[in-house]
């Protein structure tokens, strides 16, 4: 339900500022002839060609959003906002998932020693993150001896690192989509452009520069796409092998508590 809704929040987003980018084509269109005109007058004052000159960067993102064609760009960006929306999502759950190990093991040996297992069991529950949960599986087993406890431990570690890597999937899907999107907007364009010079029956420049510099921003578009979601993905990525190794850690040094407090 949680993703759903997430879901939900996000295809609003990417809706209100698809119809924003559209609502401002024809601010961004103008602003460009501008611009092209300050260049062009020779009888404007250099202040007046530098203030003319200076467009907003989100004004040249929305120029360039439609030069590169609002399919393909929408889709980029669709990707963009999809990956950002589960990694934001993945490093915050990562975020509270950390546990501090070493006091965890503390309150749980003094409570081995003062009220036995279920006091170390309440302590367990009452303390967030996979490795207390870890530790409550492996105090319930704790009846069964302590070869019991330690696969228990194993398996259910093996568990919860699961649910850390869970979504991380879905980021790699939309690293690769974006410059595979970027890559068939360019070639699209370029066969446009092939068309445009058919039917010209004429090689002009202009028409095979306009065309491939349309066709080369989906390309742009998707290269960045890609290298923003890589570094969060890899910084998850990073994340997770460090809660892992923590929880390994700390698994056997809870062991070692038990087999100090069964003698």
């Not at 003319?52 to 929408?74: C, N, R």
């Amino acid at each position: 339900m949680k993703k759903f809704f997430m879901f939900l929040a996000v295809a609003g987003i990417f809706t209100l500022t698809a119809q924003y980018a559209t609502a401002q084509a024809p601010a961004a269109a103008a602003a460009t002839e501008d611009t092209t005109a300050a260049v062009a007058a020779p009888q404007a004052t250099a202040l007046d060609n530098t203030a003319q000159k200076e467009v907003p960067i989100h004004q040249q993102l929305k120029t360039k959003f439609i030069e590169g064609g609002p399919g393909f760009m929408a889709s980029i960006i669709l990707s963009l906002i999809l990956g950002l929306a589960i990694a934001i999502e993945r490093i915050i759950y990562l975020n509270l998932a950390t546990t501090n190990t070493e006091k965890l093991l503390k309150k749980i040996e003094e409570s081995l020693a003062k009220g036995g297992v279920e006091a170390a069991k309440e302590v367990c529950r009452t303390t967030k993150g996979p490795v207390a949960s870890i530790f409550f599986q492996g105090l319930s087993r704790m009846d069964e001896g302590i070869e019991v406890v330690e696969k228990s431990v194993v398996s259910y570690g093996s568990v919860q690192m699961s649910q850390m890597e869970n979504g991380l999937s879905w980021i790699q899907l939309f690293i690769t989509l974006a410059p595979m999107l970027g890559f068939l907007g360019t070639v699209i364009g370029m066969v446009q452009a092939f068309d445009a010079i058919q039917a010209a029956g004429d090689i002009s420049p202009n028409v095979v520069a306009g065309g491939i510099k349309v066709a080369l921003i989906t390309t742009i578009a998707g290269l960045i796409v890609a290298i923003i979601l890589q570094l969060f993905y890899n910084y998850i990525v990073s994340k997770v092998d460090s809660l892992v190794v923590s929880m390994e850690d700390a698994s056997i040094s809870l062991i070692d508590i038990l087999v100090k407090a069964k003698k």
